[in-house]
Nanobody, 119 residues
Framework: QVQLVESGGGLVQAGGSLRLSCAAS????????MGWFRQAPGKERELVAS????????VYADSVKGRFTISRDNAKNTMYLQMNSLKPEDTAVYYC????????????WGQGTQVTVFS
């Protein structure tokens, strides 16, 4: 099975950028469809962005389209989330997750990294 560790979160002013990383170990990321989720206080966890095994087939939440980009570097066994034009409403704990087809639900999760955007 794969283990996931996020990094790159922090405190940033509105309009700024952050890049989150999700380092995988145990298995290569090319065996998994992967995604980024976030959960803000008092809210349900939501899918932010996802990609298929090849890193393509990207899907984004409407709230982040045009601002966030999901990508992966198979050589580094790492997935990324580039976040630009950040807004206070992007404040949340961000989680990376993986699923190995034919499993349909994400069943591997990282511990999360906090992103706080202040105005």
């Amino acid at each position: 099975q794969v283990q996931l560790v996020e990094s790159g979160g922090g405190l940033v002013q509105a309009g700024g950028s952050l890049r989150l990383s999700c380092a995988a170990s145990g298995h290569t990321v090319s065996m998994y469809a992967m995604g980024w989720f976030r959960q803000a206080p008092g809210k349900e966890r939501e899918l932010v962005a996802s990609s298929n095994l090849s890193g393509g087939g990207t899907v984004y939440a409407d709230s982040v389209k045009g601002r966030f980009t999901i990508s992966r570097d198979n050589a580094k066994n790492t997935m990324y989330l580039q976040m630009n034009s950040l807004k206070p409403e992007d404040t949340a704990v961000y989680y990376c997750a993986a699923k190995r087809p034919p499993i349909t639900g994400y069943n591997y999760w990282g511990q999360g990294t906090q992103v706080t955007v202040f105005s």
